[in-house]
């Protein structure tokens, strides 16, 4: 039990639609990552949050945007989804300016494009 | 650009036996290496934490060494139990990413009873 949730668990969507994912952070952890997990594949970083901006993002187009809230729960958004979308969205929180802070995962969100 | 390799890529050993998970990593500044273990379908649970001054963690029968100078990370658990099935991923973090970690592509392993 890492205190971190994600919803929704499992969701098929039709290429070219749009997706919301939604993450809830362990308690006080102000920073929230967001990684894709393509089958058989390590977790890929998408972009970082810390205090509602964004400060770090990986290799991924603009149609993946973010979200965080002041209670520092999080969205992650794909727009015109594409069929190598699908994957296994992982929702990471920890506490950030510490010196070896943990970092917890939720159990992701299983997104099937088709 | 961190590359992070892990080695063997998959694993089948008897109960019981002792066992070692390779990580290597290229860019030696790092701020800590995590080592995950992921069951099936499921999210990321994490094990040990080694700080980048810090030589090896414990927990259990897990214990985690690093030499950051070398690149190099091993997992090793003992008395290997079927439970211990799943697959086995190291992250690194570097010292100007703020909490991006990057990962391997795993090591998937199997304990027959």
């Known amino acids: 039990e890492t205190g971190v949730t994600q919803s929704p668990t499992h969701l098929i969507k039709t290429r070219g639609q749009q997706v919301t994912l939604r993450c809830s952070s362990q308690s006080g952890h102000n920073t929230v990552s967001w990684y894709q997990q393509a089958l058989g594949q390590g977790p890929q970083f998408i972009f970082q949050y810390y205090r509602e901006e964004e400060n770090g993002r990986g290799n991924f187009p603009p149609r993946f945007s973010g979200l965080q809230f002041p209670n520092y729960s999080s969205e992650l958004n794909v727009n015109a989804l594409e069929l190598d979308d699908s994957a296994l969205y992982l929702c990471?929180?920890?506490?950030?300016?510490?010196?070896?802070?943990?970092?917890?995962f939720g159990e992701g969100s299983w997104l099937t494009v088709v | 650009k961190q590359e992070v390799t892990q080695i063997p890529a998959a694993l089948s050993v008897p109960e019981g036996e002792n066992l070692v998970l390779n990580c290597s990593f290229t860019?030696?500044?790092?701020?800590?290496l995590q080592w995950f273990r992921q069951d099936p379908g499921k999210g990321l649970t994490s094990l040990l934490l080694?700080?980048?001054?810090?030589r090896e963690q414990t927990s259990g029968r897990l214990n985690a060494s690093l030499d950051k100078s070398s690149g190099r990370s091993t997992l090793y658990i003992a008395a290997s139990q079927p439970g211990d099935s799943a697959t086995y991923l190291c992250?690194?973090?570097?010292?100007?990413?703020?909490?991006?970690?990057?990962f391997g592509e795993g090591t998937q392993l199997t304990v027959n009873p």
């Open positions: 992250a690194v973090r570097q010292e100007t990413s703020g909490s991006r970690l990057t």
């Open positions: 990471a929180s920890s506490l950030s300016g510490g010196g070896g802070n943990t970092i917890y």
């Open positions: 860019d030696s500044a790092i701020y800590n």
């Open positions: 080694i700080q980048s001054s810090q």
